[in-house]
């Protein structure tokens, strides 16, 4: 496992951008996966995007797509998540994750992610 820690969260108005930061300590290798997730107030969490360390091939959530880009940066072992026309649906808890094995290249569920951030809040006002 690495530990994981988000930053970047903050309070802006509906059309802003903000960028979140994930900054991983201990050896991410080649076959690792990193994601993003998201927990609305009241709600359960959910896939916003993910990102394969090697390749960096990004996946992401009908609902951030167009909106959002998935970065990651192998010397500083950062992953991003780079958020624009935010709105207030945005709202929520986000999450960095990592993992390294997933059934079926399954990167959307959160059962196969074994690594967490504490999570960084992000809030959109309208």
């Known amino acids: 496992q690495v530990q994981l820690e988000e930053s970047g969260g903050g309070l802006v108005q509906a059309g802003g951008s903000l960028t979140l930061s994930c900054a991983a300590s201990?050896?991410?290798?080649?076959?690792?996966?990193m994601g993003w997730f998201r927990q609305p107030p009241g709600k359960g969490q959910e896939f916003v995007a993910s990102?394969?360390?090697?390749?960096?091939?990004?996946n992401y959530a009908d609902s951030v797509k167009a909106r959002f880009t998935i970065s990651r940066d192998n010397a500083k072992n950062t992953m991003y998540l780079q958020m624009n026309s935010l709105n207030p649906e945005d709202t929520a808890l986000y999450y960095c994750?990592?993992?390294?094995?997933?059934?079926?290249?399954?990167?959307?569920?959160?059962?196969?992610?074994?690594?967490w951030g504490q999570g960084t809040q992000v809030t959109v006002s309208s």
């Open positions: 990102i394969t360390w090697s390749s960096a091939s990004p």
């Open positions: 201990g050896r991410i290798f080649g076959n690792f996966v």
């Open positions: 994750a990592a993992g390294t094995s997933f059934p079926y290249r399954d990167f959307t569920a959160p059962r196969w992610y074994d690594s």
